[in-house]
């Protein structure tokens, strides 16, 4: 690749890959806990560090879940913040940095680390809750049965709400998707319809897997 044809993206402008990189960072990410070498007093007290991407006022980051046998003091969450940085700043696992992630047009290569302006901050699992979205309302009774209609109403519906990211990640699916019933089912994972699964429900991967073999996803 030339290049001039290599372009920088900030976390808001790669936030349409948003699925994408999910996916890649999913499939490749392993707990780095075994690799820590901090105090053994801090090792005890972690049950997994686990690299993840979430969306947050409008911009992706490049995030790790930390699981906890014992609170952490603020120093212990400074070392370990200190060791994922070291982590991400090598491309943790040695080369997820360097791994083409496949998107129409071209390739992403995705760093979780940038020299200037990079800080990690703790969050609680309790803030994390508290800022997942709202998913808008939409009945599917009485529509006409174009699913591309339907398609441009939960569209509107969610960038009317501040989900500009999962608007786009929902069409995308649903354009590549090959049944009718599939894509209303597919809608109504970003929009509360008929259909929706309750939030509280994890995902059902076989449900994914199953849609990716059919052409439900193109990823």
Not at 11 to 29: H, M, S, T
Not at 69 to 76: A, C, K, T, V
Not at 88 to 98: A, I, P, T
């Amino acid at each position: 690749m030339d290049n001039d044809d290599v372009q920088d993206l900030d976390g808001r402008e790669i936030l349409p890959y948003y699925a994408v990189v999910k996916e890649a960072v999913d499939q490749y990410a392993d707990d780095l806990l075994p690799f820590y070498d901090g105090p053994e007093d801090i090792k005890t007290k972690l049950e997994s560090i686990l690299p993840t991407v979430e969306v947050h006022e409008g911009k992706l980051y490049g995030c790790a879940v930390v699981a906890c046998r014992q609170d952490l003091s603020e120093r212990q969450w400074n070392d370990v913040m200190e060791y994922i940085t070291g982590q991400y700043s090598d491309g943790w696992r040695e080369g997820f940095e360097q791994r083409d992630i496949e998107v129409d047009g071209g390739f992403l290569n995705v760093h979780f680390w940038q020299p200037e302006r990079f800080e990690m901050l703790p969050v609680s699992a309790e803030y994390r809750e508290s800022i997942k979205p709202v998913w808008p309302p939409m009945e599917l009774i009485g529509h006409d049965g174009n699913i591309f209609a339907i398609m441009g109403r939960a569209a509107k519906l969610l960038r009317e709400n501040g989900q500009n990211a999962e608007s786009l990640e929902m069409r995308r699916r649903v354009t590549h998707c090959d049944n009718y019933y599939k894509a209303l089912g597919i809608i109504s994972e970003y929009v509360e319809t008929e259909l929706s699964v309750p939030r509280d429900l994890p995902p059902d991967p076989a449900r994914r897997k199953k849609e990716k073999q059919h052409g439900g996803e193109v990823r």
